[in-house]
């Protein structure tokens, strides 16, 4: 079955520690998307990448770094920079960038940083 | 700024009620708008519009858009407990890349 997976669910780490979060989709979708989800708030972009080796800064992108090495995957790493890493993330993926192709998401994964 | 807003953020009915859910919009060339259900881990898409005034519908849940006054609903009828969830709007920004979520209607349907 086609779809987007995301590793692990529930991730726990002691604060100033990187750490990153798997994204893998096997939907050949050219488009991917890294969100972030709070309490009372909407999803928030921190990264999308449209092609393979490029990638673009969202509305929060300080604090975390991003990479685009092959089409299926584009793994999220947050940084020690990042001053509220504590959230719900997503990742989504769409055949093509832009208003006609709804996003594909992922079932998240929960980061807890102590 | 392009801009969604959702009301009400948080609704309790009981079963059997029929439930309306809003989202207006701002932003510089519209150009469609999107409706997902989050239960508890990836949002799901229910429908996206495009042309005002043209009803999409599934099952108990129709949706509409009115350009004009830059909204649409999201109506659910004979709600089941299984529709409690987190329902989102989105709609593209105003270059077409990526997409601005509102910050969701929670439903709770009680049986």
């Known amino acids: 079955d086609g779809g987007i997976t995301q590793s692990p669910k529930y991730l726990f780490r002691k604060e100033g520690q990187n750490v990153t979060l798997s994204c893998e989709q096997n939907?050949?979708?050219?488009?991917m998307y890294w969100y972030r989800q709070d309490p009372g708030q909407g999803l928030r972009l921190i990264y999308y990448s449209q092609i393979v080796n490029d990638f673009q800064k969202g509305d929060i992108a300080e604090g975390y770094s991003v990479s685009r090495e092959k089409k299926e995957s584009f793994p999220l790493t947050v940084t020690s920079a990042q001053k509220n890493p504590t959230a719900f993330y997503l990742c989504?993926?769409?055949?093509?960038?832009?208003?006609?192709?709804?996003?594909?998401f992922g079932n998240g994964t929960r980061l807890t940083v102590t | 700024e392009d801009k969604v807003v959702q009301s009400p953020l948080s609704l309790v009915v009981h079963e059997g009620d029929t439930v309306t859910l809003n989202c207006s919009y701002e932003v510089t060339n519209f150009r469609s708008l999107l409706w997902y259900k989050q239960e508890k881990k990836a949002p799901t898409f229910l429908f996206m519009l495009?042309?005002?005034?043209i009803e999409k519908k599934s099952g108990r849940l129709s949706s509409i858009l009115d350009k004009k006054e830059l909204f649409s609903i999201l109506n659910i009828t004979a709600t089941q407990t299984g529709d409690s969830a987190v329902y989102l709007c989105?709609?593209?920004?105003?270059?077409?890349?990526?997409?601005?979520f509102g910050p969701g209607t929670r439903l709770s349907v009680l049986p």
């Open positions: 939907l050949n979708h050219d488009a």
């Open positions: 989504a993926s769409s055949n093509r960038q832009g208003a006609n192709s709804p996003l594909h």
């Open positions: 989105a709609v593209p920004d105003n270059y077409g890349q990526n997409f601005v």
């Open positions: 495009t042309s005002s005034g």
